[in-house]
Each structure stands twice: as C-alpha cells, then as structure tokens.
C-alpha cells in the first residue's frame, strides 16, 4: 500500500468519488453517502481489531453514544458543530468505559462484556423512550443539509479524512506497537512500551471517529435511530465489512461497505432473497479469501514486483 | 405461595436454559469453537419438528424426532461447509482462527435466518406439548409439559454426563479439551473427536430448540437472541465448563424470572445483564472458568 | 516516475473523471403514456407483510383487466425492507428517484411508518399504511398538513381500534356472556400507548370495570408471570393489545388454562394460519381483524375474497384487503385527476369514496382528529371481530352482519 501503485489506485478511487455527483443519481447518491459513512463505522473497528487485537462486538456502543448525545444536543438548542464535538466526547468517554475491562479480559470475554454494552444502551434507550423517542428514534431540529449533493460532499470529503488519519495513524509507530501488544501484551509489555496507554489511545480514537461518524448520520438523517446506529445487527455488518474488505488494512473497511450496501441495493429487485446472497458471497469469500479482497490484492501486488 | 410459583417456573426456564447451552460449551471446551449459528440451529429443530407434526401428521413424538435429527443435519452442515474449511484454510494464522470462526459462523447464522424467513416466514409456531394438560404442585397450577421438560432436560445432561465420565469416547473428548497435541501424537485423529463432538452437539441443541417450540414457541426471529442468550450464560459460567455453565443458567434463569414477578414483567432481561458485567468484573473467567 | 503502471492508472482516472463530467445526466420525468407504477415497501417474511404486497398485485391486475388508469397501465415494483426502518427508508427513496412510482404503498410496523412519514412529506409521495396503527401518523397529517399531506392511513389509527373493541365488548361480551371485570394486557410498543388510554377510558362506559393494567416487554417469552399476577385480580376477561407477540401468550394461556377469556387485538391471531401456529391452543380467542372468509362487509368483499384465493390459494391476513382497497383508492384518485401529480392525486384521494373489500371507504378529513386515516362506524368501515371456533375464525361482531354465538374451551370461568 505504500507503492505508487496503491497511492495511485487510492487516488483513482478519489477521482471517482468526486466525480460521481455528475453521473448518479440523487438515490445512488443517497445510497453511497450511507456506505461513506458505513465506512468510517468499519475502518474504526478495524483500528481496534486489527491493531490493537480487541474482538469489539459493540461498535455500535460508541456509534449510538455519538449519535444519540448530538441528537439530545441539538434538541436542547445547540448548534451542529458544537453538537459533532459533544458527540465524539461522549463517545471517547464510552471508549474508555470500554477500555477498562479491555485491559483486564481477554478474547471472547470481552468480546461479550462489549456485547452486553450495546444491549444495555438499547435497554436505556428504549426505558428513556421519552427523551430519546424510543425504537421509533429521535427526530433532531438541524439537518446538514436537504440536498442530496452536498450530502454526498460532506461524507466523502468525511470519509476521505478520516481515512487518511487512520491510515497514516496505522502506519505509525502506535500501529506497529498496538499491533504488537495485540499479538503478545507480555513480550510487548517487557519491551518496555506502556501497554495500556496505547491500548487506551486506540480505544480513544476508535472512539472518536466512531462517535463523530453516528452523529454525522444523526445530522444527515435528521433522526437518531436504534435501527440504523445502536442495532447489533449494524455491529454484525460492520465486522463482516472489515473481514470482508480485509483486516488490518483500514482501507478494506471500505471495500467491505460498499459491498455490503451497494450489493445489497443491486439486489433488491430479488426480493427476501438477497440478504440470503449477500451473506453467502461474503461467507465465500472469508472462506476462500481469508485476507479479504484488499489483502489478497496487496499480496497480488507484491508478488508481481 | 408466589415463591413457590418462582420456584417452579424458574425450574423449568433454567433447565431449558441449560441444555441450550451445554452444548456450546462442550464444542468451545473441546473444539475451541464459538458457534455463533447457535440459535439458528435450535430455530431449525423447533421449525421443521413443527413443520414434520402439523403439515405431515408425524404426531408430537415423530415431529419432536424429526426436529431433533434436522438440529443434528444442521449441526453437521455447519460443520463441513462452514468451520471446517476455516480450520483447514492455511492462510489463517492459528491466533486468528477464533475470529474468523466467529464471523463465519455469524454469516452462517444470518443465512440460516433469512433462508428460514423465506422457507416458514418469520410467523413464531408452538408444537403440541409432548404431554397436555395441568397438574398442580402444592397448589400452584403446573403444565405438565413444563415438568416433562425439566425431566428431559436433566436426562438429557445425565446422559451427557454418562458420556464424557465412563465411556472411552468422552475420555478422549475430555484429553482433547486438555491438550489437543497430545491425543494426536498418541495416534487418535482429531476431527475423528471433532466429528463426535459435533454430533453431541448437534443433538443438543436439536432437543432444546424442540423442547423451546413447545414451551414458548419458536420464529427464525429468535435465532440472534437465542445465541446471544446461550453466550451470556456459557461466558457467565466460563468457557468450555459444562457445570459453570449450568450454574449460570440457573443463575440466569432465576433472575429472569424473580424480576418477572416482583418487579416489572418489562424489566426482565436487565438484572441478568447486570449480574454478568458486575460478575465479569469480580471473576473474568467466569464461575467456573480456568483461565 | 519509475513506473509506468502508475503513469497508466493516472491516465486512465482523468479519463474516467473527464467522462465522468460529459456523462448524460438522469431523466427524471416520466413519460405520460408509459405505465403508472405504484410501489410497495413492507415485510415479505410475515404473514402481514407479504399480503400487503399480493394484495396491491391484485388490485393492479383488477385494473389493467378495466382498462387500466384511463388507459395507461398499473405497474407494481415491491421491496422487502425485512422489518428494518433504515431498509424501508432506503428502499422507499429507491421507488420515488430511481423507479419514478407515482405512489407508495407501505408497511404495517409502526415503527417503519413514522420513518417513511418524513420521505413522503419531503419526496412529495402519495404514501398509504394499509395497517400501521401508530396515531403519530395521521396526528402528524394534522397538525402540520401543508407538508404531511401526503400520508394516508388505508386502516385504523390504534384510538379507534381500542373504541371498535369496546363497541364489540359491549354487544357481545358484556350484552350476551354478562361480564363485568376485564384487565388490559398489552406489548409495550408505540402503537399500543393510546389503544390503553383509550381502553382505559371506553371500557367502563361499555360495562367493563378495569382491574389490572399489564404492559410487558415485547421480546417477553415466558408468560406465566403475567397470568399469574392478572388471575390475582380475578377479571372476567383479559382485553389484549397484542401484535409483536401473539403465538407465545396464546399458547401458553391455553397450557397453563388461564380460566379468563381473552379478547380484544390479538393481531396474529388474525391470521389464518394461527391455528396451526398455535396447534389449536387459539380455541377460544377472540380478536379484531378485517376480513373473514364469507362475510361480506360491503357489494365488493365476497368477490375480492376469492379473486384473492384463486391467485394465491390462501385465505389473506387483513392486510391483503387494506392495502388492495388502497391500491384501488390510488388508481381511482389518479383516474378522476387525470394525473399523477402529487397534490392532485392527494386532492383526489381525499375526496376517495368507494365500496372498498373491507367496507364503505373513506378517509377523516383536514379538520377531523385522525386526519386521512380510514372512517370508522356504522355505514363506514368498522372491522369484524372474530372467534377461533373449532379450527376457523367465525365472524362474532358486528352483530348485524354475524350472527354466531361466542363459545369458549372448558378451562376459561364466565360468570354464572
């Protein structure tokens, strides 16, 4: 990924992002301002997981803490960039309530504790129906904007971002020492790196971006919705995604969220059927292709240089 | 007299609760998988028993078999088409193997949903009680279903216990559980062992999605609550141990249903919740767990 | 630049961009003598769902058999949103800017309706709910019209469903079996918060003395703490509010032989299917439904009934009729406009009045409370209430058309 090539092929992806307003449209548009958004969802776990090794089943935990703070915000008559910050804040606070038993549990254990977050989120939701509109969701006064268009700029120029900062991020040293202490906290601990402050710094930037990416959605729908942010069913594609695309790549979260929806759209002339398919192909595909379609690329790549 | 009522009815729901999830304790324990289709093969069972009773006259008996041998069919497809083909794929590095099982067998299990939302729509069906009719226990009104299922239940974990204790096989299931590498250089083929547990299982998980559909009903809508519900208790009662994992269905159970009775109807699954993330804090590796 | 498959790629995406840029943009308006298309969004793995969307078919394949809409074809394009209210969003935005449908039918979850309601308003779609009940819906049709317009409601709002309870309770259950107790026993979802308010207020003024107030969880799978807790107050009859669940409580009133007869909206139980589903625990249970096989609710109900069977060799849930009355309330709105334009398909439907399957059809208009939702009492559609009887649903209520007395399993207690 660091070849010409794959700065290349990153910036033909851009190229076509930029275009696409003038070829799509309104409801491709619509569909693709979701995936963008999708993706951050997916590269923010890939950090976590792929990283620093945390099997995260409630990224939607931190997705819903966005969402929801910014919509509870804006409803108490604060304007959106302030109500963005306070979303991404009280996500970090929700990444570190994560991060505490990160750093004591392990594995599945966890993976269960984060599960048992996002129900207990639904649960408070749903209690709280009053403030937060219940399973219906709750409708926000401020929308980004009502154009399709400027939709699809603000998430793609969002997406563009935050890819880059992750990216960059886990090319840092704090991938390569995340990726270590993910593999072997011991070895990684006697070597002398503080584990649980960089264990706690991916949590905190997992966090953020997943947190400012639910209230982006907030602002783009106009609700905040159990369904579309808080719903283990989103934690379930946002794995797939990330498996899919290719872990431990960030970029792949991408790949994996576009397929998701975009193929999940293509096939809806087919009717109940096509959640059926869209599963199946991605089963293949972690069966046959372990690395997901952008790790079996890289490793095309390489093997042609 | 409402404490009695607890009692019984909290008897039945554990036990339920219990045989759901020894078997997905048994395979993490020996084979060291998480079936995340869980409650899609349960869903299976209690669909096609109901199916086999009701469409094709096989009687309660016959559709209880039926659904039962359609858990086992499911058990065993799961297993070659899906977790197989990942322990085998040597592109997986072994420390890895654990997720990528778990997002297949999720795949799986969203599959096994919509495929059955299409085959039965998502309409929930309840089987005929085995046995109809009350009977009544001190005075409280009992189905007697309800006792038939706690009965099959403890049977069916007697049976299990029988197994893994005093037959040769569960001697090797249980030196599997301990050290894998050791029972293969002794000459004893893993997927063999694999093999068996898988049919256990399969069996399992068969009985109690039947014993669900004809105590509460089954709908391919349940399959993600039902695994979610399975590894709440089997994490409760740490992973791979057959008695935590009864102790934490009881646990569970209990919970559940004093909550039911004494507080509010909707609050119900909270305390349960609660109880495992205070729990986890106190015990990560659960009641019973060795890590 | 050492690599000339970067210079290739580079090339290749300012090609790619500059087409991009020349590429024809979408057409957006329909064409005036193509077909009309009407879309369907809702959930095809229910028994409720998947009769939304044959019904519609019906309808259509009726009208294209009469010449169509003033000659020009009824096409039906219907999405699975599989329950979820992002789906249904996505797949409602997909009818209205990529298929061009001139209207939408959609749903029977609540939920899903209230988050359609906005996309309708800003898409300008005629959109009917052929049985979300929630009264969210036409209290937003109300309250802000000029934008909500374009929401009708081919059923009843949940108001008027808990008052056609109480108006069933007191001919039969309170006029003919002299009861006098009852408890409500309802899900906990939107739907249900003003069906118990109003049960809570027209109850009694039907003859039912309110005992208990049960709300409960939806995802609730052991019920024997609820009976428990409503046979403590020892009522005569349980009204339900019930559509979430249905197949677990009725099967385990009838195991544990809760002796209270139950009644009231018990929507799954509406559908024929619910006797195999329950494997006949339903015997006795009386529910709020819209259609029953032979009872004729209006000159069209009997002959949409079995234009329904012969194509799809089941009897519908209710559903199948409501939202083929709405198809036939949109093609002959867009008849009489001689147009699909939005407002004056709108200004048509509302002015929409028709022998409908399920009764006279007509919808409240600006001024009422539950505006563009389905009128409802005498003369007007009222639904039916039906009894699980040995297998079949028989038609119990209203009294001028059924004629069948209530008959209940030995378990359940009536007063002497």
Same mark, same amino acid.
């Given at each position: 990924m660091r070849t010409p090539t794959g700065y290349a092929l990153a910036l033909v992806a851009v190229a076509i992002g930029l275009s696409a307003p003038f070829w799509l449209g309104n409801y491709w548009l619509g569909i693709l301002t979701v995936a963008f958004y999708f993706s951050v969802f997916a590269m923010s776990w890939d950090l976590l @997981? $792929?990283? /620093?090794g945390e099997v995260n089943f409630g990224p939607t935990f931190l997705i819903g803490l966005g969402a929801y703070s910014a919509g509870l915000m804006n409803n108490a008559g604060l304007g959106i960039p302030l109500c963005l910050v306070g979303g991404a804040l009280t996500a970090i606070v929700g990444g570190v309530l994560l991060a505490l038993p990160a750093l004591r549990l392990r594995g599945p254990y966890f993976g269960l504790v984060t599960l048992v977050a996002v129900l207990l989120l639904l649960d408070a939701i749903v209690i709280f129906a009053?403030?937060? +509109? +219940?399973? *219906?969701g709750m409708m926000v006064?401020? =929308? !980004?904007? =009502?154009?399709a268009v400027t939709n699809y700029w603000y998430a793609l120029g969002f997406l563009v971002i935050s890819a880059i900062i992750l990216f960059f991020l886990s090319r840092s040293s704090l991938g390569l020492i995340l990726q270590a202490t993910g593999q072997d906290r011991i070895e990684a601990a006697a070597l002398g790196f503080n584990v649980t402050k960089f264990k706690l710094a991916a949590f905190c930037i997992s966090a953020l971006f997943s947190g400012l990416a639910g209230a982006m959605v907030t602002f783009y729908q106009g609700t905040a919705s159990v369904d579309q942010m808080v719903d283990l069913s989103i934690a379930v594609q946002i794995i797939i995604a990330v498996v899919f695309g290719g872990?431990? %790549?960030?970029?792949?979260g991408i790949l994996g969220a576009l397929f998701l929806i975009l193929f999940q759209q293509l096939l809806l002339?087919?009717?109940?059927l096509n959640t059926f398919i869209v599963s199946g192909i991605a089963l293949l595909v972690i069966i !046959? @292709?372990?690395? +997901?379609v952008l790790g079996y690329a890289l490793r095309l790549m390489e093997r042609r240089t | 007299m409402i404490g009695l009522q607890i009692l019984i009815d909290g008897f039945a729901i554990s036990s339920l609760y219990g045989v759901a999830a020894v078997g997905f304790t048994l395979m993490f324990g020996v084979c060291g998988v998480l079936n995340l289709a869980h409650g899609g093969i349960m869903v299976i069972a209690g669909l096609i028993g109901w199916w086999a009773a009701v469409n094709? #006259? /096989? $009687?309660p008996y016959g559709g209880a078999v039926i659904g039962i041998l359609a858990g086992l069919i499911a058990s065993y497809v799961t297993y070659f088409a899906v977790v197989r083909p990942l322990q085998k794929s040597? &592109? *997986?590095p072994p420390e890895e193997q654990e997720i990528f099982i778990l997002t297949g067998t999720l795949l799986w299990g969203i599959m096994i949903q919509v495929g059955l939302d299409y085959l039965f729509t998502n309409n929930p069906v309840t089987m005929q009680a085995l046995i109809p009719g009350v009977m009544h226990i001190f005075g409280v009104r009992t189905p007697r279903n309800e006792g038939l299922i706690a009965v099959v239940c403890w049977a069916a974990i007697g049976a299990l216990y029988l197994l893994v204790n005093k037959t040769p096989v569960g001697k090797q299931l249980l030196a599997a559980s301990i050290n894998p590498r050791g029972l293969t250089l002794l000459g004893f083929e893993l997927s063999h062992i694999y093999l068996i547990v898988w049919t256990v299982y399969g069996l399992l998980a068969g009985l109690a999605g039947v014993l669900l559909a004809t105590f509460f009903g089954v709908s391919s809508a349940n399959a993600g609550s039902l695994t979610a519900s399975a590894f709440t208790i089997v994490i409760l009662g740490g992973l791979g141990s057959v008695p935590g994992s009864l102790i934490a269905a009881y646990v569970v159970g209990y919970a559940e249903t004093i909550t039911a009775y004494l507080i509010a109807p909707t609050l119900r699954p909270i305390p349960a919740l609660l109880i495992l993330v205070i729990a986890l804090y106190i015990r990560p590796q659960g009641i019973l767990g060795r890590r | 630049m050492h690599h000339p498959f970067t210079h290739r790629l580079l090339l290749l995406a300012s090609v790619a961009a500059c087409l991009a840029w020349l590429g024809p943009q979408p057409a957006l308006a329909q064409r005036d003598n193509g077909p009309i298309k009407i879309g369907v969004v809702s959930e095809f793995a229910a028994v409720v769902g998947e009769a939304i969307a044959k019904g519609a078919e019906l309808a259509a394949a009726n009208i294209n058999a009469h010449g169509g809409i003033n000659g020009r074809k009824l096409e039906i394009i219907a999405y699975d949103d599989h329950s979820s209210a992002a789906e249904a969003v996505r797949d409602f935005q997909r009818l209205a800017?990529?298929?061009? =449908? #001139?209207a939408i039918i959609t749903t029977f979850i609540s939920e899903v309706a209230l988050a359609i309601e906005p996309w309708a308003a800003r898409l300008h779609i005629p959109t009917l709910t052929p049985a979300a009940a929630s009264n969210l819906i036409s209290k937003q049709v109300h309250d802000r019209y000029s934008q909500y317009k374009y929401m009708f409601e081919g059923w009843f709002p949940s108001p008027i469903l808990a008052q056609s309870v109480c108006d069933s309770s007191r001919d039969t259950?309170?006029?003919?079996?002299?009861l006098s107790t009852a408890a409500i026993v309802s899900e906990d &979802?939107?739907? %249900?918060k003003p069906l118990d308010a109003t049960y809570e207020k027209c109850l009694p003024k039907a003859g039912l003395k309110v005992v208990d107030f049960v709300n409960f969880n939806p995802?609730? %799978?052991?019920f024997t703490p609820i009976f428990n807790h409503i046979e403590g107050k020892n009522p005569n009859v349980m009204i339900m509010g019930i559509a979430h669940v249905g197949v677990q409580p009725t099967a385990q009133w009838y195991s544990q032989r809760v002796p209270i007869a139950m009644a009231g909206?018990? /929507?799954? /139980? #509406?559908?024929?299917?619910f006797w195999k589903d329950t494997n006949g625990a339903t015997e006795g249970v009386i529910t709020q439904t819209g259609s029953a096989p +032979? =009872? &004729?609710?209006?000159?069209?109900t009997l002959a949409v009934q079995k234009a329904y069977v012969d194509k799809y060799h089941n009897f519908p849930a209710f559903t199948g009729f409501t939202a083929y009355d709405g198809t036939m309330a949109f093609a002959e709105a867009m008849k009489r406009a001689n147009s699909t334009d939005p407002d004056k398909v709108v200004a048509e439907m509302e002015k929409t009045k028709f022998e409908g399957s399920v009764g006279h059809y007509e919808f409240y208009g600006r001024?009422?409370? @539950? %505006?563009?939702a389905l009128k409802y009492g005498p003369g007007y559609a009222t639904g039916i209430f039906v009894q699980w009887q040995n297998g079949k649903q028989v038609c119990v209520w209203p009294t001028d058309k059924c004629t069948n007395k209530l008959e209940f399993p030995s378990f359940v207690k009536l007063p002497q």
């Open positions: @997981f $792929g990283f /620093a009053g403030i937060t +509109g +219940g399973e *219906i006064p401020s =929308v !980004l904007s =009502v154009s872990r431990r %790549t960030i970029l792949g002339p087919l009717g109940q !046959l @292709f372990p690395d +997901g | 094709h #006259s /096989a $009687g040597r &592109a *997986i | 800017e990529q298929d061009h =449908v #001139s259950l309170v006029k003919e079996l002299h &979802a939107d739907w %249900t995802d609730t %799978t052991d909206i018990n /929507a799954q /139980a #509406s559908n024929n299917t +032979g =009872v &004729a609710l209006s000159p069209t001024t009422d409370e @539950f %505006t563009h």
